[in-house]
């Protein structure tokens, strides 16, 4: 046998695994996807394949940050989620009153440090609990963060009076909107 017949035997047998290294921090096809860093995705919601995805990928836990009778909510989606392996967290976000309490339970969940996907029907809420844990509690630049965050859309009146509160209650002097 020559040498190149070994080259390309050898190529052939590792590349699924070079694939399989690199797909952690591939963009998965989520709608709305932003990919904060390699510990936090945030996206709108996922379907059933895309968890399967999400678990071949690395992905250690989903919290979904909408209520699960929204229009394209996925039925049985904590069932489904933990088929996969996934450690489920449900936080139910009003649309139209985000609280204060409901971003603090969000990043205390976070600072587990698992791989997480945060999740609603459209990544609007999932977005804006994704910037403001970068920058509050990772210390990411506030303009990187924004750019990720109105890269799919510009947070509303009731969104941005959020934003500026919790950054407001967390220390953050200046409002970053």
Not at 13 to 32: H, I, V
Request: proline residues 5%; hydrophobic residues 45%; contains cysteine.
């Amino acid at each position: 046998m020559t040498k190149p017949f070994f080259v390309i035997l050898f190529l052939l047998q590792t590349m699924p695994c070079m694939a399989e290294a690199s797909r952690g921090d591939a963009p998965l096809s989520l709608l709305n996807e932003i990919q904060y860093s390699s510990k936090l995705t945030t996206a709108g919601q996922p379907s059933k394949e895309q968890f399967r995805a999400l678990a071949e990928a690395g992905f250690q836990r989903v919290i979904f940050l909408a209520f699960s009778d929204h229009k394209n909510a996925l039925r049985n989606e904590d069932r489904i989620v933990r088929s996969e392996g996934l450690e489920f967290v449900h936080i139910p976000v009003a649309w139209s009153a985000p609280t204060m309490e409901d971003f603090n339970t969000f990043a205390a969940v976070m600072r587990a440090k698992e791989k997480t996907l945060v999740h609603c029907e459209v990544n609007f809420r999932a977005s804006v609990f994704g910037f403001l844990y970068q920058v509050i509690y990772l210390g990411t630049r506030p303009e990187e963060a924004k750019s990720l965050l109105t890269s799919i859309w510009i947070p509303n009146e009731t969104w941005e009076t959020f934003i500026t509160s919790v950054l407001a209650e967390k220390g953050f002097e200046h409002p970053l909107m």
